[in-house]
């Protein structure tokens, strides 16, 4: 047997043991998320690291805008974007909402 064949085999071998077990576990179950009520010093805290990362994103997309990356309008729209997330994350007193890309079933 070449070296060739015995590597294919090899790795046809790992890849089958690899798999096979994947099919034969279910899914784990999802964790049940609770109600959170954050304290206003939470929210604050909350809102000031936000208020952080919006203001290291403006300056990133700044510098693009300055080095010919992204046109001024792009620009222009990635902050207006960043904008409204942070207005979405206040109304929702900086609670994500992480459902809201949950796969439906199809029936």
Known sequence: MSWKSAAAALVLAVSL????PAFAEEPP???????VQLTEEQKQ???EMHKNMIEGKRALIAKYVEYGMITKEKGDKIMAHMEERYTKMEENNFIPK?????????K
């Open 17 to 20: 043991l690899g798999v096979t």
């Open 98 to 106: 992480w459902d809201h890309h949950k796969k439906r079933d199809c």
């Open 29 to 35: 179950a999802k964790a049940e998320e609770k109600a």
């Open 45 to 47: 805290e909350l809102a």
